[in-house]
């Protein structure tokens, strides 16, 4: 059977796995205490949050915490606190 591969592709299977996943497990950030200071006074949104499975919240986690603007990360943290309000994933 003939491999229609291109030689960067062959390049890259002979080199094997380069550890690269998603971006969300790399460099993992944690909220900051700002931040989980105004996610737990919402109450009923931080016990949400935190019933959620680990991989769960590290995902939002990263979307919160990846933005470079500090206006996008609160602006996400909103998002995710009013979300996790209405009991939406």
Known sequence: MERR?????RDAEAR???GAGYAYEENVKQLTPAM???FRSHGKAWEFF???AP???KKV???VTSAKQEA???R????LIDACEKGEI
């Open 5 to 9: 591969q291109s030689e960067e592709g």
């Open 16 to 18: 094997g796995p380069d």
């Open 36 to 38: 989980i200071r105004e």
């Open 50 to 52: 935190q019933a959620q």
């Open 55 to 57: 991989s769960y919240r």
């Open 61 to 63: 986690t990263h979307w």
């Open 72 to 74: 996008t990360r609160e």
């Open 76 to 79: 996400r943290l909103s998002k």
